[in-house]
């Protein structure tokens, strides 16, 4: 409690209240036939203005929890879209719900696995994706720097992981605990993937975070993965998001608070040494894909309209 906070409070909600106002002269210079929300408190009050004024509303919820904004907004607008049904039994929609999925890049479904690992330089031994986002995940670095420095020697499987920019001191790490990187062949590191689709296609298990977008494409893909949701993220709605694939056996979960290089390096090993049960995990994944994600959105939209 300051006075600075207290001014902030104030100022928030002025703008609450005049929001309503400015959104509802923007809608009537506008003339919209269909206003779409994909959440985030800002489309809040454009999408309530929009139900008070007869525009046909929709809205799309990428998370298996939907945040607060979507919550409200499912009781009002004419249609909501989902990325996960687990976020049905969270909201009180009050018309038309439908299961979309979420769109991925067409690039994704078009790599070929075989010519992208080869373009990557590595060999037909089981390749591991790791990454945690643009900034890193500190954590996931830490557990894979720990479990390449006990097996890259083995050189029983290749690693291509991406610290992100808050990672950067992952190679002096991984040599402060013995590893050569210079003679690893097996061992890729870098700061950012700017060609996911090669990347992604070419890999065996991926480990990373659990945000919407990412588990979509391995969905898309039939990858395997090991998932340590982010636990600083709103409702916790990245392992709700994890959950989703785990309670189909389509993936593996990790708590960030139980996450350790024994425990991932345990989880690997269960997966890489059974192909049976890697492929199955990745099958699982596939079958929950949504692969024509673009194509219902926008004929949902259309629909609406007409």
């Not at 037909?124 to 894979?144: D, F």
Request: proline share 3%; glycine share 6%.
């Amino acid at each position: 409690l300051t006075i600075e906070n207290v001014g902030k409070n104030i100022s928030a909600l002025t703008k609450a209240v005049t929001s309503s106002i400015k959104v509802k002269k923007i809608l009537k210079d506008l003339s919209p036939d269909i206003v779409v929300g994909t959440g985030g408190y800002v489309s809040g009050p454009v999408l309530r203005e929009a139900t008070k004024l007869g525009i046909k509303t929709a809205i799309h919820e990428q998370n298996a929890y939907p945040g607060i904004t979507n919550k409200a907004l499912a009781e009002k607008v004419d249609v909501v879209m989902l990325t996960a049904e687990d976020a049905k039994k969270h909201m009180n929609i009050k018309n038309r719900m439908v299961v979309t999925g979420l769109p991925v890049r067409g690039e994704l479904l078009e790599a070929d696995p075989q010519k992208s690992r080869e373009e990557l330089g590595f060999d037909n031994k089981p390749l591991i994706l790791s990454m945690g986002g643009s900034l890193g995940a500190r954590a996931i670095n830490e557990a894979v720097t720990d479990v390449v420095s006990k097996i890259w020697e083995d050189n029983t499987c290749n690693f291509l992981i991406a610290t992100g920019q808050y990672g950067l001191w992952v190679p002096d790490l991984m040599k402060e605990k013995g590893v050569d990187l210079e003679n690893a062949k097996n061992v890729e590191i870098r700061e950012y993937i700017n060609d996911m689709a090669r990347c992604l296609s070419a890999c065996d298990l991926v480990i990373c975070r659990a945000g919407a977008s990412s588990l979509s494409e391995f969905q898309a893909l039939g990858k395997a993965s090991i998932l340590i949701p982010s636990p600083n993220v709103t409702e916790n709605h990245q392992f709700h998001n994890a959950m989703a694939l785990v309670n189909n056996n389509a993936a593996v979960i990790i708590e960030e608070k139980d996450l350790t290089g024994d425990k991932l390096l345990e989880e690997i090993n269960k997966l890489i040494n059974n192909k049976e049960r890697l492929d199955e995990i990745g099958k699982n994944a596939k079958n929950m894909a949504c692969l024509n994600a673009k194509e219902q959105i926008a004929d949902i939209v259309v629909t609406l309209i007409k």
